[in-house]
């Protein structure tokens, strides 16, 4: 079945600890790909996305992915976290097989102790 | 960047009761907009994706007939919940799209049936 996969489900890390969340997924064909973040009581923001070229992207706030085609994985990282980064973060696909939806993983709850 | 937004933020309604939710484009047109429903601590779940001037498309197991989708402009889309019962509670997010890949999301909906 299509889908989208994080598998860390609650993340806990002190400020400064290196940070990565795995995304996979198993559409076919040409994928876009995407990482949403959703800070608590706000809504959804993009924090960066990858659609075809070089596959390490950076987005904002000092995050950064890779897309691995063999792997199908697009998992996001960040050298040093802070405090703020606390959040939910949601992987996200989209592709022409899907008819172009959005389809998201479960989401990771990522708890940064100060 | 693109804004999209959503009224009311947060809605109670009683059992039995219509709700009609707005999602507007506020700075570009929309051609695609996308309903989605998160429960607690889970991610963002599809529920339909309207083209405007056409019906909507709905996913698997999503009772069209109890959320009515309408996108009868470029900015506006408005999902009804019709019949509201206490296990329709949930937040509810619309995000729009214009032509491109990348859609943004708007603030959600809390609504609760009582």
């Known amino acids: 079945a299509q889908s989208v996969s994080q598998h860390n489900h609650h993340v806990i890390l002190s400020e400064a600890a290196s940070l990565e969340l795995g995304c996979n997924y198993s559409y076919g064909g040409t994928v876009n790909l995407f990482w949403y973040v959703q800070y608590p009581g706000q809504h959804l923001q993009l924090l960066l996305k990858?659609?075809?070229?070089?596959?390490l992207v950076k987005g904002i706030k000092g995050f950064e992915a890779e897309f691995i085609k063999s792997k199908f994985s697009f998992n996001l990282r960040k050298p040093s976290v802070q405090w703020s980064d606390t959040a939910e973060y949601f992987c996200a696909v989209n592709s022409q097989n899907t008819g172009n939806q959005f389809y998201f993983g479960t989401g990771t709850s990522l708890t940064v102790i100060p | 960047g693109a804004v999209v937004s959503q009224h009311p933020s947060r809605v109670i309604c009683k059992s039995g009761t219509s709700v009609k939710i707005e999602c507007r484009s506020l700075?570009?047109?929309?051609?695609?907009m996308f309903w989605y429903r998160q429960f607690p601590k889970q991610s963002l779940m599809l529920m339909a994706t309207s083209n405007e001037g056409s019906k909507a498309t709905y996913e698997q197991g999503v009772e069209k007939d109890k959320f009515l989708i309408n996108h009868a402009s470029l900015t506006l889309s408005t999902l009804t919940v019709t019949s509201a019962h206490p296990e329709d509670s949930s937040f509810y997010i619309c995000?729009?799209?214009?032509?491109?890949?990348?859609?943004?999301f708007g603030q959600g909906t809390r609504l609760t049936v009582v």
């Open positions: 995000s729009a799209r214009s032509g491109v890949v990348e859609a943004f």
């Open positions: 990858y659609f075809s070229g070089d596959p």
């Open positions: 700075d570009f047109q929309a051609t695609t």
